[in-house]
């Protein structure tokens, strides 16, 4: 596509894009009183309008009615994780069955591993990603250890080459390969947060079962970011959160998916807890865990509404206009961001930077910006002009163009204030 770095192109990119702006659905921040240009949704997705009257919904539901809710109210709190089910299917590529929603991102990714990371004498490492987000490297090592592994012996990281910030696919399949029967698990992250790296799914998850392995994913970055095959894919399981790009509120509950490979085994061992139980017999009461059919069956406690509720109206946003279009339409304006950075950048000295999120089709809508030594002023500058992006130590900037909100006309506003630094 041959860009423009004009007011008037992204204007007209805004009118005939395929995916309109959801915008005028969503409350976006403001900075000195006016709207921001918000480009951090990949750590915290901003608010849509419908939220406020969900939460109320509930709300009113407890006052008149307490407990009866759980079987009387408007969206009955017994079942609420079945409202949320066919559209968070859609979200990652999955069947209802394969997914739930309950708990918090980090409790489901050790929920997932005490029933993927089994470790034998002989099988017991974990391949994970270098420079993981740090719940995630915290997960495997306190993992390792319940145990009995250290973390040096059982976790292998992959590394980029010297000089290089994204991972070569080819390097973690020759290292799954290496390792052979030793690995237990696989796990990486689907969108990598710090260089936004979207990592070839299908290819390490493949050959992590021709080595025995299970293969799990944190799609924390990827939720709602990319468009995800979960099931046709055949990962064993992937977790994420619904805060990010799914824009369901801070803290707010995560997803969980487990292939329907997977749904009747009830050799998996698992934390069990009453709302996993079979629902029939929920309430019996009696001794004996018999789990739920599909991910359902890892379910603990009894569904956390208020967050929920929220989650609910975001997802029916997606499921609107379909991840597929929303996956596109990120990216068109990723494109259209690395144009305009870089157009600016050759006509201004002052800025310097690399891009370090790899090309299509490894990467979602964020770009991150390798920064030199002004980083931080340069980003104290944009703040202070109404940019809510967000500043990664060392040295690096993240920029998210999320699909929902972000316009055309965002991008190149951004631009026109790193001609001015
Ligand atoms: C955001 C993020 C988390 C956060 O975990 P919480 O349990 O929701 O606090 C974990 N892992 C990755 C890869 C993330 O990007």
Redesign the pocket.
């Known amino acids: 596509m041959q860009f423009e770095n004009t007011k008037a192109y992204a204007e007209e990119l805004d009118r005939s894009s395929s995916v309109a702006s959801q915008r005028d659905q969503f409350l976006i921040p403001k900075v000195h009183g006016e709207d921001s240009i918000y480009f951090c949704g990949n750590s915290l997705g901003v608010q849509p309008k419908a939220a406020r009257k969900a939460l109320e919904t509930e709300l009113k539901d407890w006052e008149e009615l307490g407990v009866e809710g759980h079987f009387h109210g408007t969206n009955p709190w017994f079942g609420y994780h079945k409202f949320l089910a066919k559209n968070t299917a859609k979200i990652v590529g999955a069947k209802p069955i394969e997914v739930v929603v309950m708990n918090?991102?980090?409790?489901n990714?050790h929920l997932m591993m005490m029933s993927f990371y089994r470790p034998t004498k002989e099988r017991y490492k974990i391949i994970m990603e270098g420079g993981?987000?740090p719940?995630?490297m915290y997960a495997m090592e306190s993992q390792a250890k319940l145990h009995g592994f250290s973390y040096e012996d059982a976790v292998v990281e992959v590394l980029p080459r010297e000089g290089e910030y994204a991972l070569r696919t080819e390097d973690i399949l020759k290292k799954i390969e290496e390792e052979g029967d030793a690995v237990a698990l696989v796990m990486f992250?689907g969108v990598q947060?710090y260089t936004g790296q979207y990592f070839d799914i299908p290819t390490i998850t493949k050959a992590a079962h021709a080595v025995g392995a299970n293969c799990g994913w944190?799609l924390?970055?990827a939720a709602g970011n990319v468009e995800l095959k979960l099931n046709e894919w055949g990962v064993d399981f992937a977790v994420w959160?619904s805060?990010?790009y799914l824009n369901s509120g801070p803290?707010s509950v995560?997803g969980v998916f487990v292939h329907e490979k997977h749904a009747d085994s009830p050799e998996l061992e698992r934390c069990a807890g009453w709302w996993g139980h079979k629902e029939e017999v929920r309430f019996n009461m009696e001794k004996g865990f018999i789990p739920e059919q599909g991910a359902a069956g890892w379910q603990l406690s009894n569904a956390p509404i208020f967050t929920m509720a929220v989650h609910k109206v975001s997802l029916a946003m997606f499921a609107e206009i379909g991840m597929d279009k929303l996956a596109q339409k990120g990216l068109d304006l990723n494109a259209y961001m690395e144009y305009v950075i870089k157009d600016v950048e050759s006509q201004n000295d002052k800025l310097e930077f690399e891009i370090i999120t790899p090309a299509l089709p490894e990467r979602g809508c964020q770009l991150s910006l390798l920064t030199g030594s002004n980083g931080k002023e340069l980003f104290d500058y944009l703040a202070d002009k109404g940019v809510i992006a967000d500043w990664r130590k060392p040295n690096v900037i993240r920029l998210a163009t999320v699909p929902m909100y972000n316009t055309f006309m965002d991008v190149w506003n951004f631009g026109e204030l790193l001609r001015k630094f």
């Open positions: 918090n991102l980090t409790v990714l993981a987000f719940s995630d992250s947060y944190d924390a970055h959160c805060y990010k803290g995560s």
